[in-house]
């Protein structure tokens, strides 16, 4: 099993709906999780940042958390054309200093 | 606003050859980061460092050492290129664990193409 797992996509939706990107993790005692934004030819952006179960909103991001599952998904609200990038899902491992990136999942957000 | 540089945004090199790859950060960050990036695999860590002449390997350090002789500067060193290393380069630095926040910082990225 991958340390992070993420579905690869392409995910589709249509301009003003909810997108909504899944990420699973295998290390139970992770404690810090992160959704990273990337342009085709770009480097990685940080979006969000996620450290306690639950909720949590910055505009129209929102990054939820279930550690007993031990998933976190980033949820997209009224989807914009910009939107359209790969997702990457990040964990930081335990007594660890790095961090495991997932493969990505390609949004497509059609006009 | 923390900035990250890298060396060179385009490289191409012959097999066998030596190459370095350095990268720059100014945001005081004690942890750096050398991965590559290729099409379906994702980012792979090469090696990261935590603090000025430490080092530890990554998932992938084969054909790979890195140097860390400052803070702000992590360099990556292919001993001898070879065409599997074709791909893009992605150094990052993030401050230590214990102190917040401490996500990853990226540069612009090196592609790098061996032929």
């Known amino acids: 099993q991958k340390e992070v797992e993420q579905n690869s996509g392409p995910l589709s939706v249509p301009e003003g709906a909810i997108a909504s990107l899944n990420c699973t993790y295998s290390d139970r005692g992770s404690q810090s999780f992160f959704w990273y934004r990337q342009y085709s030819g770009k480097s990685p952006e940080l979006i969000m940042f996620?450290?306690?179960?639950g909720d949590k909103e910055d505009g129209r991001f929102t990054a939820q958390l279930n550690k007993a599952s031990q998933y976190v998904s980033l949820l997209i609200r009224d989807s914009q054309p910009s939107d359209s990038a790969t997702y990457l899902c990040?964990?930081?491992?335990?007594?660890?200093?790095?961090?495991?990136f997932g493969a990505g999942t390609r949004l497509t957000v059609k006009p | 606003d923390v900035k990250v540089t890298q060396s060179s945004r385009y490289l191409v090199k012959r097999t066998g050859e030596k190459v370095f790859l350095e990268c720059v950060q100014d945001?005081?960050?004690?942890?750096m980061f050398w991965y590559r990036q290729d099409p379906g695999l994702g980012l792979r860590l090469i090696y990261f460092s935590y603090d000025v002449k430490m080092k530890e390997k990554g998932d992938i350090p084969e054909g790979y050492s890195v140097s860390r002789e400052k803070k702000e500067r992590f360099s990556l060193i292919l001993e001898s290129a070879s065409t599997n290393q074709t791909s893009m380069y992605l150094c990052?630095?993030?401050?230590?664990?214990?102190?917040?926040?401490?996500?990853?910082?990226f540069g612009p990225g090196t592609r790098l193409t061996v032929t």
């Open positions: 945001m005081d960050h004690e942890n």
């Open positions: 996620i450290y306690s179960n």
């Open positions: 990040a964990v930081n491992m335990v007594n660890n200093n790095d961090m495991r």
């Open positions: 990052a630095s993030s401050f230590s664990e214990d102190r917040d926040p401490y996500e990853q910082y």
